[in-house]
């Protein structure tokens, strides 16, 4: 069942090398971070390469799971490992000062980056293929499959490049945007969730065209693949604002004590001081948010009509 795509083998590889030949350069410090970049190739190799791959396109939880790989978790630790500097460097001199200039290519990315472009794109795509012709239709023509994976995974890292983005306000994103952009993320990730959860009638035929699998009916993968969306998808958002908190304060505390040996270290603890209240507070909503999930996934009455974890009468 390991679906062996030289393409993306080949993607990956390519990937690691340029990325280890730049970091060498003394451009990566810490050794946690050549492991993250390492760690999101890996979940791409899991989501796109190992039997994933071919179970996703015969049960609907876990195409969730491989969703969740490709759009979230592989996407965060790319770019916790602060990759541009490394992947430039790592790039033969021609290539580099094409990605590095600022040429259209440039100004395309930067537009893309804007918040509520990249937020908006994130959750656009995760909404477009849940709706079920479209859903369907990408299940059963391979190349509106790869389109939908492309498209997942480009969304997913134009958004954390920008929640992760290692430069502090003004240059970079200030931290209430940046929680901000996670807390409505986590949003749209909890309610199209609770709809898959909570819905009374199966949606998607295609998995029953390609031969569904593990003996358990349409309606209970696809509830349990909401759930895995709603629960699991949520709280890496919630790590994401964790770590985005952590980031900053750290970063504010590195400043504010390079400026007091300066004398101007006043109005850089007030500065920060709000910032980081902010970032709390909306990190409280989403923790609110994730709490809520739970208790309603706890304690929801499941009818006869609603059998969210019973088997199913269809075979594998």
């Given at each position: 069942?390991?679906?062996?795509?030289?393409?993306?083998?080949?993607?990956?590889?390519?990937?690691?090398?340029v990325?280890?030949?730049?970091?060498?350069?003394?451009?990566?410090?810490?050794?946690?971070?050549?492991?993250?970049?390492?760690?999101?190739?890996?979940?791409?190799?899991?989501?796109?390469?190992?039997?994933?791959?071919?179970?996703?396109?015969?049960?609907?939880?876990?195409?969730?799971?491989?969703?969740?790989?490709?759009?979230?978790?592989?996407?965060?630790?790319?770019?916790?490992?602060?990759?541009?500097?490394?992947?430039?460097?790592?790039?033969?001199?021609?290539?580099?000062?094409?990605?590095a200039?600022?040429?259209?290519?440039?100004?395309?990315?930067?537009?893309?980056?804007?918040?509520p472009?990249?937020?908006?794109?994130?959750l656009?795509?995760?909404?477009?293929?849940?709706?079920?012709?479209?859903?369907?239709?990408?299940?059963l023509?391979?190349?509106?499959?790869?389109?939908?994976?492309?498209?997942?995974?480009?969304?997913?890292?134009l958004?954390?490049?920008?929640?992760?983005?290692?430069?502090?306000?003004?240059?970079?994103?200030?931290?209430?945007?940046r929680?901000?952009?996670?807390?409505?993320?986590?949003?749209?990730?909890?309610?199209?969730?609770?709809?898959?959860?909570?819905?009374?009638?199966?949606?998607?035929?295609?998995?029953?065209?390609?031969?569904?699998?593990?003996?358990?009916?349409?309606?209970?993968?696809?509830?349990?693949?909401?759930?895995?969306?709603?629960?699991?998808?949520?709280?890496?958002?919630?790590?994401?604002?964790?770590?985005?908190?952590?980031?900053?304060?750290?970063?504010e505390?590195?400043?504010?004590?390079?400026?007091?040996?300066?004398?101007?270290?006043?109005?850089?603890?007030?500065?920060?001081?709000?910032?980081?209240?902010?970032?709390?507070?909306?990190?409280?909503?989403?923790?609110?948010?994730?709490?809520?999930?739970?208790?309603?996934?706890?304690?929801?009455?499941?009818?006869?009509?609603?059998?969210?974890?019973?088997?199913?009468?269809?075979?594998?």
């Open positions: 069942m390991w679906q062996i795509s030289p393409e993306i083998i080949v993607g990956l590889v390519l990937a690691g090398l990325y280890w030949r730049g970091s060498r350069h003394g451009l990566v410090h810490e050794k946690w971070r050549i492991a993250a970049f390492f760690g999101g190739l890996l979940a791409l190799f899991v989501a796109l390469v190992s039997p994933v791959e071919e179970l996703a396109d015969h049960i609907f939880a876990v195409h969730q799971v491989e969703h969740m790989l490709l759009r979230t978790i592989a996407p965060m630790l790319l770019f916790l490992s602060r990759p541009q500097a490394a992947f430039v460097r790592g790039l033969p001199p021609g290539v580099s000062r094409f990605f200039g600022r040429g259209w290519l440039r100004g395309i990315i930067d537009a893309l980056r804007f918040p472009v990249a937020t908006t794109l994130f656009a795509a995760s909404y477009f293929w849940m709706y079920p012709a479209f859903h369907d239709m990408a299940i023509d391979k190349p509106i499959h790869y389109l939908w994976h492309v498209s997942l995974l480009v969304t997913g890292l958004f954390f490049s920008v929640v992760f983005d290692r430069r502090p306000a003004p240059h970079g994103v200030g931290l209430g945007m929680i901000s952009m996670v807390v409505v993320a986590a949003l749209g990730n909890i309610i199209l969730g609770s709809i898959l959860t909570f819905k009374g009638m199966p949606l998607y035929s295609a998995y029953l065209e390609l031969g569904h699998m593990w003996h358990v009916s349409m309606l209970s993968d696809e509830q349990t693949g909401g759930l895995i969306m709603w629960i699991p998808g949520t709280m890496m958002f919630a790590v994401s604002a964790l770590i985005v908190i952590h980031r900053w304060a750290s970063e505390t590195r400043i504010a004590d390079r400026r007091e040996r300066t004398g101007r270290g006043g109005a850089v603890a007030k500065t920060s001081n709000g910032a980081l209240a902010l970032g709390l507070a909306l990190f409280s909503l989403l923790m609110l948010l994730l709490a809520v999930s739970v208790v309603a996934v706890i304690d929801h009455p499941h009818s006869q009509q609603r059998d969210f974890g019973m088997a199913g009468a269809i075979p594998g």
